[in-house]
């Protein structure tokens, strides 16, 4: 929606809205929340609930940068630390390295070959392209 | 650039203020394309032979008239324009060229989105090998065309689509029937599951083939939080409010993922044939006179509403301010793009608050491009510069349940019914039933009334089922590997489109969006990789350059 047009109030409560939304773990809304608001709050001649609105983005900006820096610590603990996590790893695993099916690559052999290989060993798989080597 | 025109007066001098403002490029398409009458535009709405610029459909040119003349040329153009202001030659021009470029501009905002929709089903298609593959099917496609005679895939795929077809009907026509009934709950319910289900569940399969895709591993926590939010935020986008631009990108994304679905789960001649099947009842449903579409257009006409708040995608909001003397308790501005029932129902309401006289300003409702601004005007018809009323064009997106994403065929069946009623996309000028509506979707402010203004953005809508049917054409075109068949459907499908909005604008009246384009989107995929492809390919292997 063009917030331009819309009257004030709408705007502080829309801004409000937002700013209430994403308390439930939703950083990305807070971001909306902050581009959209942006000129609003800061760019634009000041009027009644300028103030109001510039609090709920400065909040909203505070919120995403926390999100972002947890987020982003918690994917870097993660990924540097999958492989000596074991099976806490795996089972946190939304895509799991560990295993490939390797089906639409010998999919003209036994479809259903499953190849497992330790992480560290990534190095197995780019063998898998040459079709001359046979796997027992 | 801008495409909002604000006339501020109504007298023609403001005409031609506004229009100098884009002088430079009126200019240039006028001299493009050759002038059309623009008096019959105006007068003889939808009557006239005399087709008005393809621009001007979707751009009401800024046309001040007086309010008398307004009725007159709402009601079937039949009077000729009589009493329409008749404004100077040069205003006429000032207003074609304004037409032209507004109409013109207005293509083109389809072209971004409907690209970009192919875009991603092609960029898909390339490289996630998972939308390539059948080996689950949907529910509504018993037959799998294993068998290689040609002459069985040929009875497979026939079966298949009359199948999907009776279901789409079936669909059309509950949601038809909910509509009359006025079960506004029951079809809002219905959306709002459907495009959870799209923008959570498919999302999750797309992200999780994404991710084996490009090897890259993640671990629940993060996918989830990823999911959940981009969930939440694309059910605000799309249902409530959001910034437009985002509101657009969920659209697209949503229409994409749902055009991947097809692909994936309908097998191969399965879904030319679907494709063949639902541009011809797109054509039928349209513009039959019992065509259920045609029947909901008319309906949600006499009702002065949106005809759906459904998926639509619009390239600008429709907003709409109040002047001093509104009422306090008109609605805010809403935005077309939203296909929100608040959105619809606040257009209404503010239509009809203005009103004097019952006019079913909300014919734009359904084409909630319109003109809000038109309230203004209506308050005052005596004395008002009307908008032209330009017939919205809306491309609707008929959502029968909505039924996106083809899913596992044992969970969907459960939804089925909600996703099958596909899209019956139609592109409609709404124009009132009464003689007084006007699907202006400009408006412009008369001078004579100051305190009361309203501004209408010029936009265009289509319909979220065109974008849909679009890119499995291109998406099916582009997974045989070639891309010179990807490119020439492309540019067919875009060449479709301009004809149909051409076609609006001389027909004025509700036309479907896929037929032209689906036709010469097949005719060119199966030309070009029979014919230009092998001829390209010898041309190249004997290394001659054309």
């Given amino acids: ?136 | 650039m801008d495409a909002h025109v604000s006339a501020s007066t109504s007298s023609p001098a403001t005409v031609a203020v506004a229009g100098e403002d884009e002088n430079l490029s009126g200019e240039a398409e006028r001299l493009e394309r050759p002038p059309r009458r623009q008096k019959q535009q105006r007068n003889n709405y939808g009557s006239n032979a005399d087709s008005p610029d393809g621009a001007v459909l979707t751009v009401p040119s800024v046309v001040i008239r007086d309010s008398t003349a307004r009725p007159s040329r709402l009601s079937g153009g039949g009077v000729g324009g009589g009493g329409d202001g008749a404004p100077g030659p040069s205003q006429q021009e000032i207003e074609e060229e304004q037409g032209l470029k507004y109409g013109a501009q207005h293509v083109i905002k389809l072209f971004v989105p409907v690209s970009l929709c192919m875009l991603v089903v092609v960029a898909t298609i390339n490289s996630i090998s998972f939308y390539n593959s059948t080996d689950v099917y949907l529910l509504y496609t018993p037959f799998h065309e294993l068998s290689p005679e040609p002459s069985v895939k040929l009875w497979n795929a026939l079966a298949n689509s009359l199948i999907l077809m009776s279901v789409v009907v079936l669909m059309t026509i509950l949601l038809i029937v909910l509509y009359k009934k006025r079960c506004y709950r029951v079809i809002h319910g219905w959306l709002i599951l459907s495009s959870f289900m799209l923008l959570f569940i498919f999302t999750y399969l797309y992200l999780e083939e994404l991710l084996r895709a490009y090897n890259i591993p993640m671990d629940y926590p993060t996918a989830v939080l990823i999911m959940w939010n981009f969930g939440v935020a694309g059910m605000m986008a799309i249902h409530w409010q959001a910034p437009l631009r985002l509101q657009q990108g969920y659209l697209i994304f949503v229409a994409a993922l749902m055009a991947l679905v097809f692909i994936k789960y309908l097998p191969e001649w399965t879904a030319w044939a679907v494709l063949a099947a639902i541009s011809i009842w797109d054509l039928i449903a349209v513009l039959s006179p019992r065509g259920p579409l045609r029947i909901l257009v008319e309906t949600a006409q006499e009702r002065n509403e949106q005809i759906f708040p459904a998926l639509i995608y619009s390239s600008t909001v429709l907003y709409t301010y109040m002047g001093t003397h509104y009422t306090p308790e008109q609605p805010l501005p809403t935005t077309t793009s939203s296909p929100s029932s608040s959105n619809s129902t606040t257009t209404t309401r503010a239509t009809q608050n203005s009103l004097a006289s019952p006019d079913p300003g909300a014919g734009a409702s359904s084409s909630s491009r319109s003109g809000n601004s038109r309230h203004g005007q209506r308050q005052q018809e005596n004395n008002q510069a009307a908008a032209e009323g330009m017939p919205l064009v809306s491309f609707k997106n008929n959502l029968h349940g909505n039924a996106e994403a083809a899913g596992f065929t044992q969970e969907w069946s459960a939804n089925l019914s909600d996703r099958v009623a596909r899209r019956q996309i139609e592109v409609q000028t709404t124009q009132s039933g009464n003689g007084r509506r006007s699907n202006e979707y400009r408006t412009v402010t008369t001078p004579n009334q100051p305190q009361m203004e309203a501004q209408e953005e010029r936009g265009i809508k289509l319909g979220l089922g065109d974008f849909i049917f679009y890119s499995v054409l291109v998406g099916k075109a582009s997974s045989y590997g070639d891309w010179t068949t990807t490119i020439a459907c492309f540019v067919a499908i875009l060449i479709g489109l301009c004809l149909t909005l051409l076609l609006l604008a001389i027909w004025r009246k509700a036309l479907p969006a896929l037929p032209i384009s689906i036709t010469f989107g097949l005719i060119f995929c199966f030309a070009t990789s029979a014919v230009v492809k092998p001829f390209m390919e010898k041309l190249s292997a004997k290394q001659v350059f054309i």
């Fill in chain 1, 1 to 136: 929606m063009d917030i331009s047009k819309a009257p004030n109030p709408r705007k502080l409560q829309l801004c409000r809205t937002y700013l209430m939304n994403g308390f439930a773990f939703l950083p990305f809304v807070w971001a909306i929340n902050v581009c959209w608001f942006f000129d609003e709050a800061f760019r634009k001649p000041p009027y009644p609930e300028q103030s109001q609105i510039k609090r709920y983005v400065i909040y909203s900006a505070i919120g995403t940068v926390l999100w972002l820096i947890a987020l982003t610590t918690w994917i870097i603990i993660f990924q540097t630390n999958r492989a000596d996590w074991g099976a806490t790893a795996d089972y946190m695993s939304f895509i799991n390295l560990a295993a490939l099916n390797v089906h639409t690559i010998y999919k003209y052999l036994d479809p259903s070959i499953i190849l497992t290989y330790d992480i560290n060993e990534r190095h197995v798989l780019d063998k898998l392209k040459d079709p001359l080597i046979k796997y027992s």
